[in-house]
DNA sequence: CGCAAAAGTTTGATGAGTCAAACTCTGAAA
DNA sequence: TTTCAGAGTTTGACTCATCAAACTTTTGCG
């Protein structure tokens, strides 16, 4: 199998595929992604080209081939459902979680997965609202539009949350505004660059844009 | 941290040293049960010492420091509260949690450790009945004999196995002789190395004697 | 267009962990 | 007391993963 190196790449690169509108990710934001250097990461991209798990082109970026976007797919169930496991069944707080995940799912065996799934009874969300993938390799597409793209009066659901920052999560905890709670916009001020917002049952609280747009939500 | 290699070596020594009476482990054995050659035993025996874990001498046996068995220590806690998790919680085979746990113990944090010890009510042996570590680094002598050390119309009780291997384990399972289960010697054959063993509410099953070694027992 | 900054690549080095194979030491048996 | 098998050690090589630093290509901007 996959080292645990091999994995983050794998991991990192699916996630920066999904942000980008090419499709490709660039060296920089994977070596950032990966927590290593340029040249780190180049080497390592050849690796994985060499293994048939991403196509590479000097100068030219790198994407997943099927078989490591199924590695990759892979890799996140296991990521979801354990920090699904970690809040449900040890009651951690979801806030340190995903660092945890990040080690685990490095070392967890398919029948240790499938028998967590089945305890924790299939969820198909992930404690900051990501979809977990199904055995298969499928996955729901995460819609969702930021909390920005509403306007004063509106209301609507929290989907998930889009940055797994301890800090951040303590916050949107603190506010109310988790996975599953409807809100209601307050205001907003475009020169300020701030919004408020009130989650049902909860006094509003006033946050960044730049904030606002890590909160991803649908209609009522 | 110590590394994955660094953390399977201490485990060895410690487990090795209870088994011999200097304390000491030799390379050959301590090569096998990492499973890697004398050679490269050596050499990380070597790096133990310059970090404290161990003390080495050329031709001369390792032994842990106070500092190495503490760590060993923690790591057999990690171990069996990850077994004792995988059997109770996700009701996994007790034949195989041993080859899981042996990955896992690697990746977990302290504070998903006293989650899952919190989670289980803080028991005190894992499924194959070898005691838990306390927290702080306790650990029970776990005591009595092997099955061979009784004689024919003696009654005891099952208090741990001694090889994880998973057809053993399987073989012991369906022979009702687990943990905690009484039992009853029916007969020795010195001559053919058999003995036959009945535990409680079942039908006696002969087993030779190597394989009696490994089952752990003390006086009803 | 021209050119600097940003992005990407290459190279040489390092540490961890391993093996195979040559070599050395130790101890028990002849 | 010799000897030789088994235990232990050393050496040279290799893979994986990484960095720093020198270098090259691309790109966005004036
Ligand atoms: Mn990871
Ligand atoms: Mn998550
Ligand atoms: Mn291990
Ligand atoms: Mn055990």
Redesign the pocket.
């Known amino acids: 199998m ?5 994995e ?2 794998l991991k990192a690169m699916y996630t920066l595929a999904r942000e980008s509108p090419t499709g490709e ?7 950032t992604m ?14 994985l080209a060499a293994a048939k798990l991403a196509r ?7 994407r997943l081939t099927t078989k490591g976007e199924a590695a990759a797919v892979d890799i996140l169930r296991r990521h979801r459902l354990i920090e699904t496991f970690l809040v449900q069944t040890l009651k951690l707080d979801w806030a340190v979680v995903h660092d945890e995940a990040e080690r685990l799912e490095h070392a967890i065996s398919p029948v240790v997965l499938e028998a967590l799934d089945r305890h924790l009874g299939h969820p198909s969300s992930d404690p900051h609202g990501d979809p977990i993938p199904s055995a298969e390799g499928r996955i729901r597409e995460p819609g969702g539009r930021p909390l920005t793209d509403f306007e004063t009066g509106q209301r609507g659901r929290v989907v998930r949350i889009a940055d797994q920052d301890a800090d951040f999560l303590k916050f949107v905890d603190a506010s109310g505004l988790r996975p599953g709670a409807p809100f209601e916009i307050r205001s907003v001020d475009a020169a300020a660059q701030t919004m408020s917002v009130r989650a049902r049952g909860r006094d509003p609280v006033a946050l960044a844009l730049a904030a606002a747009r890590k909160i991803v939500c649908e209609r009522e």
């Open positions: 996959a080292t645990e190196a091999v983050n790449y990710a660039g060296m920089k934001a994977l070596a990966v927590g290593v250097t340029t040249g780190t990461a180049t080497t390592m991209v050849k690796r590479y082109e000097r100068f030219g970026g790198v």
